[in-house]
């Protein structure tokens, strides 16, 4: 398997998207482990227009005992499970020029 990006059985590229909801219930159930929760999607992928090489943005929030540690442990977990390069952002990490647009954009899983 590649390292990043699912190659569908017709050799196609399969859409990231695709690729999020067949594995939804793991991806929720790896980020409860680490205490994390209202997992969405924002970026190209939400938007439909990922390219090879896009990450995956996912927004979370998390509870008062969450760590860097926790959330950079779901980043590479999350990387193991979908085969692509993620970033994982909480409403209070992310750079407040980007925050009212990404708050917008992001949807549920």
Partial sequence: ???????????????????????????????AQYKFFNVRLFGSVLRGEEKTESDIDFLVECGEDCSLFDLISLK?????????KIDVVTPDSV?????????????PI
């Fill in 95 to 107: 750079h407040w020029t980007l925050k009212d647009k990404i708050l917008q954009e992001a949807r």
């Fill in 1 to 31: 398997m590649e390292k990043y990006g699912k190659i569908g059985l017709g050799g196609e590229a399969m859409p990231a998207i695709n690729e999020i909801m067949a594995k939804r219930d793991q991806i929720l159930s790896t980020a």
């Fill in 76 to 84: 590479y977990d999350l990387e193991e499970i979908l085969g692509r």
